[in-house]
T-cell receptor, first 115, second 115 residues
């Protein structure tokens, strides 16, 4: 079946503008995650949604970052008043319980460049 | 989640087996060992995971020591397309800890497969 999709694939914006990044998880996956990866660095956890539970927002770097998820489908990550340090690849993953573990499947990412 | 230790880099000849080690000496009884890889400019790709038994799938084999303090990912016949950063991660298989939802990626092992 289809994998995790993200849009846009690339986004260039000016400092101070707001951006919205979209993630479509794999159908039937109840958990959804957002990560950030700066150039040459590892993945940083941002936020995690699981069903109807309150999201785990512990990784959001500032109050300029927020995310929403509609039921068990699409999620949107919003960055307000973007800064140059927000430039990174934003990765979304969804997961399903499999053989006792919850395996995360990643999308291709959105490459954000803030000028 | 327990931390993992991996060598920073490894070269492998095309067609040969690649054996990637990972130390996770503080792993807990309910934590699984997961392996992901990230090919340049792509999102991480799930490879395999296991709890205590050795596992094999179409991509790789996972060998976990009896004391579970280390593991080895085996790519049986490396190809040029296997060049990537390989991440070894340990995480709980059930929602028993606050950090359950997060995959904590370390620096990984940069594997370069040469002709």
């Amino acid at each position: 079946g289809a994998g995790v999709s993200q849009s846009p694939s690339n986004k260039v914006t000016e400092k101070g503008k707001d951006v919205e990044l979209r993630c479509d998880p794999i159908s039937g996956h109840t958990a959804l995650y957002w990560y950030r990866q700066r150039l040459g660095q590892g993945l940083e956890f941002l936020i995690y949604f699981q069903g109807n539970s309150a999201p785990d927002k512990s990784g959001l770097p500032s109050d300029r970052f927020s995310a929403e998820r509609t039921g068990e489908s699409v999620s949107t990550l919003t960055i307000q008043r973007t800064q140059q340090e927000d430039s990174a690849v934003y990765l979304c993953a969804s997961s399903v319980e499999r053989q006792g573990g919850w395996t995360q499947y990643f999308g291709p990412g959105t490459r954000l460049l803030v000028l | 989640d327990a931390k993992t230790t991996q060598p920073p880099s490894m070269d492998c000849a095309e067609g040969r087996a690649a054996n990637l080690p990972c130390n996770h000496s503080t792993i807990s009884g309910n934590e699984y060992v997961y392996w992901y890889r990230q090919i340049h400019s792509q999102g991480p790709q799930y490879i395999i995971h296991g709890l205590k038994n050795n596992e094999t799938n179409e991509m790789a084999s996972l060998i976990i020591t009896e004391d579970r303090k280390s593991s080895t990912l085996i790519l049986p016949h490396a190809t040029l397309r296997d060049t990537a950063v390989y991440y070894c991660i340990v995480r709980a298989g059930s929602r028993t800890t606050d950090s359950w939802g997060k995959l904590q990626f370390g620096a990984g092992t940069q594997v370069v497969v040469t002709p």
